[in-house]
């Protein structure tokens, strides 16, 4: 039997893939090598599935620091609200959560696959799930698939929707990059992003503040001038190898970027405890806490002010004695602790490894791509969509959209051929 489209991985933008391909009754086979579509879409956003973001498209692309503009032509396409409509129209109500989050408002991933799994079923898509593809050649217009197992399966147009290399166990092992690059694409270099980040700093290896939350601080990776090249503020939290949390999560890629651009294996950051406060502002505030009760020792004067662990830690940086009173302090201690409160610089010297990232960086670049069809370039009925191409974003319904947006596309046009 020729299939119209064979569609290789059963992710998010795989499945919608093949449900764009087979929408007008077009014969579609969909390849997935592990038991079970969609592994990674389940654990996704803690379970709960982040399906989309709400955001306008020029927010959502900010978001999507990876190639996001490359979007803007699938969006016109299919967009955030046409996933959002394509959920609620089969029945699955979604509810809107902090920074434009769509989840559904049963909080089940599964409920988001059951959607989806249930709507191939209805466009009679053949589904075979097990299956590893080990080969993908074309002559004459006509791609033949080969199987492990030796079976081979052919169609008009195919579409490699495979994945990343990140969290493996769900079947993202690159396969895809060496599809892509057995028909010509080249691959652009793979690194982890959405990633903790790793230090050998001493209070790090000591273990000082490991465990400790900080909320709503500013986190930033440092250039070579000690500007910063990229801030984000958000949670954070210390572990026993670096930092992670949602800002060091968003700032991993740029560690990665900074090393690579300045040829080092260490690279500084920072954190600003008072986002909102100038250090002046500060400064008044640590003074006028300190003054109404001048014969306190300092660590209750001053507690409160921000977790006990941090506090006691920024004073012991700043050379300040804990049990010290507000009348033992010099004018340059307090400047000193006001400069780590909105500075604190330290030292990283990388992310944890690929396989413990949720996204990867790099993938079939995107200059070989058609950005309105999403079909190759190189290699003509050939499509790709997904984490396989060179766009990634944060963590917060981003990457999920980019899947999902140029799997519709890419099946909308693979089922025209």
Known sequence: MLFQTIVIGGGPSGIMAAISASQNGQSVLLLEKKKGLGRKLKISGGGRCNVTNNLPHAEIINHIPGNGKF??????????QSIIQFFE??????KEEDHGRMFPVTNRSQDVLDVLVKTLTSQHVTIYEESKVTNIETHEDI??????DGSQYKSKSVIIATGGTSVPHTGSTGDGYRFAKSLGHSITELFPTEVPITSNEQFIRQQTL??????????????????KRVNH?????????????????????????????????????????????????LKQHIMKRLQQEPDKIIKNSLKGLIEERYLHFMLQTSEIDLNTTYHHLSTHQITT??????????????TLSLEKAFVTGGGVSIKEITPTTMESKLTPHLFLCGEVLDIHGYTGGYNITSALVTGYVAGYYAGLV
């Open 143 to 148: 791609f033949t698939v080969t199987l492990d």
């Open 337 to 350: 602790l006001v400069q780590n409160l909105k500075a604190f610089t330290f030292t990283v010297n990388g």
């Open 71 to 80: 979007l803007y032509s699938p969006f016109s396409l299919f967009d955030n």
């Open 89 to 94: 129209e089969r029945g699955l109500e979604l």
């Open 210 to 227: 490991k465990g400790l939350s900080l909320k709503n601080v500013g986190l930033s990776v440092l250039k070579k001038n000690g500007k």
């Open 233 to 281: 503020t958000m949670d954070m939290i210390f572990t026993h190898f670096g930092i992670s949390g949602p800002a060091a999560l968003r700032c991993s890629q740029f560690v990665y970027k900074e090393q690579k651009y300045q040829k080092k294996q260490e690279i500084h950051m920072q954190i600003d405890a008072f986002p909102s406060l100038n250090e002046e502002a």
